[in-house]
């Protein structure tokens, strides 16, 4: 049995929609769609919960979160330490959004508040590793993405894997350990749609506009491959 490991970095209170359980729940949705028999655990990491022990067998999941990887806050730079321990010890690791800039942080990258503005919506982004491209066959990938801040500077060791105009470095690998993401791959589209309507009124219009021109896209999107690899981290 797989163990999958939920490092929960927000809880999004006031922000769900109800046909949203949890936010750990869209991670557990995504990752039963993919593979059978999965054992979960959460720890919630926002109020201090990391894992005391590391298992090379078993996959540790950093969630988004609306709070900042930049920012001095207790429970933030607690889990920093974890992450630069974790990575040492070859942990199979999976970053996604605030996860996708913490471990940049941890290990030494820059991350800001973009100039660039919002991003959000479907976005497609390029494959430029061969090792990416084992997964993501066509050469490109199709996420969700709601966030202001990006990764700037990678850190040590990091590969780019996921590039496009609006964010650089979409998502980097660690060895054939650690993979993270930019996007959201447990994102759906209705829970975006609901939360560019109903809690983003202080957004360009114009992004906002694009972003739901791209949920009509037709666009297929690739947080399954995403789970199938991070699965399969070594």
Avoid at 120 to 130: E, W
Avoid at 150 to 160: F, G, H, I, S
Avoid at 216 to 231: H, N, P, R, V, Y
């Amino acid at each position: 049995m797989k163990t999958v490991n939920i490092l929960l970095c927000d809880t999004f209170p006031g922000l769900l929609p109800d046909f949203v359980k949890s936010y750990e729940d869209m991670f557990m949705k995504l990752f039963n769609s993919v593979a059978d028999g999965l054992k979960f655990n959460v720890f919630l990491t926002l109020n201090g919960e990391l894992p005391q022990e590391l298992h090379n067998d078993e996959l540790y999941v950093i969630t988004g979160s609306n709070n900042g990887a930049c920012q001095d806050i207790e429970w933030i730079n607690k889990l920093k330490q974890w992450i630069i321990k974790a990575v040492a010890a070859k942990t199979r690791i999976l970053g996604v959004c605030f996860g996708h800039q913490v471990i940049a942080e941890a290990l030494g990258g820059k991350v800001i508040k973009f100039p660039g503005g919002f991003g959000t919506g479907i976005r497609t982004s390029k494959i430029i590793t061969p090792e990416a491209k084992k997964y993501y066959t066509k050469g490109e990938v199709n996420l969700l993405y709601l966030h202001h801040d990006q990764v700037v500077e990678l850190p040590k060791d990091a590969v780019c894997f996921l590039t496009d105009d609006f964010c650089k470095y979409g998502g980097f690998t660690i060895g054939d350990h650690v993979v993270t993401y930019q996007g959201h791959p447990e994102f759906e589209i209705p829970y975006v749609r609901h939360i560019l309507t109903n809690h983003s009124q202080n957004e360009d219009p114009e992004v906002l506009k694009k972003a739901f021109e791209s949920f009509e896209s037709g666009k297929q999107l690739d947080g399954t491959i995403a789970a199938t690899w991070a699965l399969n981290l070594k």
